[in-house]
């Protein structure tokens, strides 16, 4: 028999990531409610989960990361990828690109238009301000005093400025914001950091409020499954310590189950607990509570290409990354000033724009680095680059996520199908070219550059940048969709309006599953302001 946490609570949230740390700070300002919060991961006591560029030592490293990875993809011409997911309090926050990026005011106004009232771009400022502590102060677009961190990038480089020189030539417009509701234009990311150091969802809501008498954090405890008791979420069964000296814990809830886990996580916690396409879960001989068919299903993912150029007269990263005394002076620059390199994003300067002249908004976005690298995790290369990535921002692609067993540490079937539909094929083809445009204007002559990746034998008709696509592709990180927010008579929809699951009480979704469409762009903000529009919703049914 599994042993029970004392007492019920009026909120057990799964997950302590992007989401459950809003959440968790949002319910437990009602000294009168118990909250539990529940991660698998740790604590952030690792100088990496602090440091900006400290991502590139946490992913792929299974003290901060899941290790996830797709199955061998089609679209990518059978190559399989690496799928990081943050496994620490703050989640993802605390190892991904910190760019704070909420897409475009169309993403949500088509949310409304597909009946989920609440939703627009109007409907959802409110939040993103009331969460945003930003340094461009408050205004029609921006909040300050929240807990969200937002701040401008800490240094600049020349080749980058001649980046922008160069898309400006092309005819994309310098902006100083990206998140004014239309983000088409050139600019530096802002990021979610504070005077150089990673700002996650842990530093900004969880810490702040851990000294509450009535909020609970356990952490690495596996969530098992839920309890479902008369057609009520009533708690969840998970497992907490290590190997054979783990031990099975329940705990119980008299209000609601919160499921904060993100796209993947949450996903294998509702498998898990028999809830999900029951021609999926009985052959792994799960009993099954609810045959919902939309759990798992519509995986969206932002797929980029990364294109290399090789550049001369220039600094990048590379060749400092291996001059010992330059390398000295950045960490002396971060120890004594918290500026230089080691503040770095994984990407620095953003260009939106449009992969053809028949597209109504922006649906590319560039993340343009002044380094280069084969993979994640892999060393600098050692020849002066630049990374150009061009990601297509609203793929018709949809994928599949589903649990191989019913052991919670066994690792789900990640299917995104990348590049499986004519217009995904379609726009990577025609953001490898413009890529190339952008890297012959005249702004970049004088620092020759030279193509890399994909490279020069690539030709330029529409299978063989399909093709090159499928070599050079690789996620950006940005899960969203596998249980989607939708109409009652959407039988894909897993939650309504309010994230309320169809057909169980007491069970909410409040992460990036329950994104109908993916956003355009980086999905940590959108995720974060989910969280804040749930916890408005749960206490004001509450009440």
């Not at 677009?141 to 020349?158: K, M, T």
């Not at 309010?498 to 762009?521: C, K, N, Q």
Request: neutral net charge; contains cysteine.
């Amino acid at each position: 028999m599994p042993r029970r946490l004392e007492g019920d609570f009026d909120y057990i949230i799964v997950g302590a990531g992007t989401a459950g740390c809003i959440m968790a700070n949002r319910l437990s300002a009602d000294p009168t409610k118990r909250v539990l919060l529940l991660e698998a991961g740790g604590k952030d006591n690792w100088i990496w989960f602090h440091i900006p560029v400290g991502y590139l030592f946490a992913i792929g490293n299974p003290r901060s990361d899941w290790m996830f990875k797709t199955e061998a993809e089609p679209g990518l011409n059978g190559r399989a990828l690496a799928y990081p997911r943050g496994k620490v309090i703050g989640g993802s926050s605390a190892i991904n690109a910190m760019i704070s990026m909420r897409g475009q005011a169309a993403d949500y106004d088509h949310w409304r238009q597909l009946g989920l009232t609440g939703w627009s771009y109007d409907d959802v400022l409110p939040a993103f301000k009331k969460l945003e502590d930003h340094f461009l102060g408050a205004s029609e677009h921006h909040g300050v005093g929240g807990g969200w961190r937002i701040e401008a990038p800490r240094l600049s480089w020349q080749i980058l400025d001649a980046v922008g020189d160069a898309a400006e030539e092309m005819g994309i417009k310098r902006i100083p914001d990206f998140n004014t509701g239309d983000n088409e234009g050139t600019s530096y990311f802002h990021v979610n950091q504070k005077r150089g150091r990673r700002w996650s969802s842990a530093r900004g809501f969880l810490k702040p409020v851990l000294n509450r008498s009535n909020l609970r954090l356990e952490t690495e405890v596996l969530v098992d499954r839920l309890i479902i008791e008369s057609g009520r979420a009533a708690g969840v069964l998970f497992r907490q310590g290590n190997g054979q000296d783990s031990e099975a814990v329940e705990a119980r809830a008299k209000g609601e189950v919160i499921l904060c886990a993100g796209s993947i996580g949450t996903t294998q916690v509702l498998h898990r607990s028999g809830i999900g396409p029951a021609e999926w879960l009985s052959p792994l001989g799960v009993d099954i509570v609810a045959d919902v068919q939309g759990i798992g299903h519509n995986l969206q993912d932002h797929l980029q290409q990364r294109a290399i150029y090789k550049v001369s007269g220039v600094r990048t990263l590379n060749e400092t990354y291996y001059n010992l005394v330059r390398r000295g002076l950045m960490g002396l620059d971060y120890a004594f000033r918290r500026r230089g390199p080691l503040t770095m994003a994984p990407s620095q300067l953003g260009i939106f724009t449009r992969s053809d002249a028949t597209r109504s908004r922006a649906n590319i976005q560039f993340h343009v680095q002044p380094l280069s690298l084969d993979k994640f995790g892999d060393p600098l290369h050692r020849f002066p680059a630049i990374t150009v990535s061009a990601c297509n921002l609203q793929p018709t692609s949809r994928g599949t996520v589903r649990i191989k067993s019913t052991a919670p540490d066994d690792k789900p079937s990640i299917a995104p199908n990348y590049l499986s539909t004519d217009d995904d094929r379609q726009v990577a083809a025609d953001a490898i070219r413009t890529t190339r445009r952008l890297m012959k204007q005249k702004a970049l002559e004088k620092y020759h550059p030279e193509e890399f990746l994909p490279g020069p034998s690539v030709g330029d008709d529409d299978a063989s940048l399909a093709k090159a696509a499928g070599d050079i592709g690789t996620t950006i990180f940005h899960p969203v969709g596998t249980a989607k927010m939708g109409t009652a008579n959407d039988p894909m929809a897993v939650v309504d309006e309010r994230l309320r699951f169809y057909g169980l009480h007491g069970l909410r979704i409040a992460d990036a599953s329950v994104m109908p469409t993916i956003t355009s762009g980086n999905t940590n903000t959108p995720t974060a302001m989910i969280a804040e529009k749930a916890a408005e919703m749960i206490l004001r049914d509450a009440r």
